[in-house]
């Protein structure tokens, strides 16, 4: 029987990276989007060429009140594709960024960013745990940026570094259920964060690069790769734990 992994915001960056990776090992994949239906289908239809079955549900993790709905087409989907009343892995994943210095950042975009990656992520998990089998996973996104600073980032430095703690409670109190719950922290990253910041401005590149033991940002596949792995069975003795993935950014 396969397993089955929910991955938000898996349309584009990192969450779709995840989700192909993910499939490439054999594992299917429910995956959210908030706004692009179509290319969160061609996530879906990615992953079935590589003969693994996935389904695209809408979901804004920023928005509690459509969490029981999503819940109740998460079973729907799991008794429909897979006949089964359970899944094996939950990837919070979804999230934006906003580059502004701590002066002049609104409490507006502070509760936008809280309510995405720490409320979001506390109460999309919360009320998906009846539905995460025993023995699953929890990984949790945070990021390089709770470790080494970067000025105008204040207040998603803040949310990640409450995701970080969150994970440390979740871990102890699922253990009695044998679910394991990890937070991954990826360094720079080529993707259309920040609006590809990274990925299109050469001089922020390289200054990051710079920062970095092998000496240059990262990729999708960087992580998308790690995580693949990461949900092997050799690693389900790993819990409560933060994974670096930034190639040596904060030595």
């Known amino acids: 029987m396969s397993k089955i992994a929910i991955i938000t915001g898996a349309g584009r960056g990192l969450g779709r990276n995840a989700a192909i990776n993910i499939a490439r090992k054999g594992i299917d994949v429910i995956l959210t989007y908030r706004n692009s239906r179509a290319e969160a289908e061609a996530v879906v239809a990615e992953i079935e060429a590589l003969g693994g079955k996935s389904v695209a549900l809408q979901l804004d993790v920023a928005k509690t009140n459509q969490f029981d709905g999503f819940v109740a087409a998460v079973g729907e989907a ?80 803040a949310a990640k570094g409450a995701v970080e703690a969150l994970s440390l409670s979740l871990a102890k109190e699922l253990g009695p259920r044998r679910i394991t719950v990890n937070t991954i922290a990826p360094g720079a990253i080529e993707t259309d964060f920040l609006g ?14 710079d920062m970095i033991a092998l000496g240059r940002v990262g990729k999708p596949d960087d992580i998308g790769r790690m995580l693949a792995s990461f949900l092997s069975d050799d690693n389900g003795w790993i819990t409560g734990q933060r994974i670096e993935v930034s190639s040596g950014q904060v030595i």
């Not at 089998?133 to 207040?155: E, H, K, Q, V, W």
């Open 196 to 209: 590809g910041a990274v990925r299109d401005m050469p001089e922020l590149n390289k200054q990051f690069a």
């Open 78 to 157: 799991l008794n429909r594709v897979w006949q089964r009343e359970s899944f094996d892995f939950l990837l919070n994943n979804a999230g934006h960024g906003d580059l502004v210095p701590f002066s002049d950042i609104t409490e507006e975009q502070f509760d936008a960013m809280f309510n995405v990656h720490v409320k979001g992520v506390f109460f999309l998990t919360q009320k998906l745990l009846p539905l995460l089998a025993d023995g699953g996973r929890i990984i949790n996104y945070s990021s390089g940026l709770t470790r080494i600073t970067f000025p105008g980032m204040s207040a998603y430095i």
